[in-house]
């Protein structure tokens, strides 16, 4: 590794390199590069001594970075803060912050070793110190004077701004208050700080959640006085508890689940269906693929099954005309965009638009990407705007239930048994669904 130059003061030293120091470089250079063409035959060993070249490199171009910035003392604080991102490169930015390096040699290199690790709320992140950047780039106030005005630290200020973290909200409001900010820009600021913590908040809950749970535990946390419609969908939330929706109630009688392929939607379905039964709701099912489902028929309290590829008008209005609000049927589907065309459509229309009074209500389940295709009936479940997302992958997947999904939620591995469940009121709750 390069070594520090000892004599801070001395610039004139540290920066200007003799013909005898550019010779002993070269020379240097020379024998790198022989001892690197020498390792490329030795076999075992290249690896290892590529990740060390690669290695001093990087540090070299550290070192003299830093040396070009020492007069700069903001800029050196902010470059040394992106370099602390890598923990091994820590203690070497200390070193810098404190005496003033030498120059050093180095050649081009690759690396993400400083990039920020991904974050659930990246996009709010960004885009909140991009707004702060560009109010103290316009009021030409450097990190040290941030810290006069606010009283908070330029450390603090460094490390949010290198490491894209959430700033105390404090820090915002003094930002706000001591630039002058317009109500409209302070307004902003505000409502991007609230969105990056809530995104930070639902993600620590997230991984709060127990990996699994049963049926008999989940059951055992719901709410004793329950709407008698209410359907079990997961637990989760800051004291553990069971939620899911109260199917004759909302803007629509219905509630989606959607997910990609293997992440759990079936499971959730019967699980919902089960706490019906439970509650001695009688229901009809429709499977036009194989599903956990079917294992429900022959229990008490189920109707009907439909189990292919098309559903009878008459068939299902027959089942469901019986329905009454005080004696409430609930139709549960699986892959219901394999239904979208089926014969029974206007029976599964007028259900959505008219199921509150006729005491039906509508619980189905489908891929998210498929789902998104316009069917004659399908859409009007959109109307109920709630449902559970499991390890959605789509932007556009929340559309299903009613909610905007943001960066923080999309795109994660596929976890079978792990949603967000939106109940109409505009959050997004991470729960852990009953197996």
Sequence with gaps: MPAVNDDADDTTGSSEDSPKQEAKDSSGRAAEEQSAGTETHSGPGRGTAQSNYAEESLKGLILNA???LWHDKDALRVFLGV???SKGFARMADAAEERRPA???????RSREFEVPDSPARLELVTLHRCLDEHRLKL??????LEKQTGVSSDAWIRWHTHDELPVREAIVAFSHVARL???????????????????????????LPSSISFNEAWAMRDPAAPRLWALAGVGGDNLAAHGPDLASGTAPAFVVAGPARSGRSTALVTMARSLLKAGIPLVLATPRPSPLRELTGQEGVLAYFDQGDIGQDELESRVSVASAERPIVVVMDDAESLGECSAWRVLRNLLEHGFDEGTALLLAGDEDKLRTSYRWLDGARKAHRGLLLSPQDRHAGDWIGIRTGNSVIGNPITPGRGWLHLGDGKLLAVTVPR
Excluded: P
């Design 140 to 145: 030409k106030w450097s990190f040290t004077y």
């Design 182 to 208: 317009t109500l409209e820009d302070h307004v902003l600021l505000l409502g991007l700080w609230d969105a990056a913590h809530d995104a930070l908040e639902v993600q620590k809950r997230s991984d709060a």
């Design 103 to 109: 120059n050093a040699t180095f050649y081009g290199v």
């Design 83 to 85: 370099v602390r991102r």
């Design 66 to 68: 830093a040396q070009a």
